[in-house]
């Protein structure tokens, strides 16, 4: 069964760096695309990244994605976090036929057919 399951949240000082991972199962990771979405309490679930190219204003020139088809983990690489990042992150699979990243909106959950659990991102001094 396809399966996503985030890992690598913690505590990180302002200004420090965190790699989240998102190891996913059931199918292959060079065939799909993945995003990454964060949800601070009481806030909404807000898109961070949509593929490996297209970023929220909020995050962008502070976090990149990559992937390793090898081991069928995407990453999130977060630096110089700020305590406004602190969230659960979640990665998600975009739905086959849904918009390219970049053409449309690019978090929309109904675009997303599979989603982990998420980790735990604190940045706080």
């Known amino acids: 069964q396809v399966q996503l399951v985030e890992s690598g949240g913690g505590l990180v000082q302002p200004g420090g760096s965190l790699r989240l991972s998102c190891e996913v199962s059931?199918?292959?990771?060079?065939?799909?695309?993945i995003g990454w979405f964060r949800q601070a309490p009481g806030q909404e679930r807000e898109g961070v990244s949509c593929?490996?190219?297209y970023y929220a204003d909020s995050v962008k020139g502070r976090f990149t994605f990559s992937r390793d088809f090898a081991t069928n983990t995407a990453y999130l690489q977060m630096n110089n976090l700020k305590p406004e990042d602190t969230a659960t992150y979640y990665c998600?699979?975009?739905?086959?036929?849904?918009?390219?990243?970049?053409?449309?909106?690019?978090?929309?959950?109904?675009?997303?057919?599979?989603w982990g659990r998420g980790t735990q991102v604190t940045v706080s001094s």
């Open positions: 998600a699979r975009r739905r086959p036929g849904s918009p390219d990243c970049g053409s449309g909106s690019n978090w929309r959950s109904s675009d997303y057919d599979n």
């Open positions: 059931g199918f292959n990771l060079d065939q799909y695309v």
């Open positions: 593929g490996r190219r």
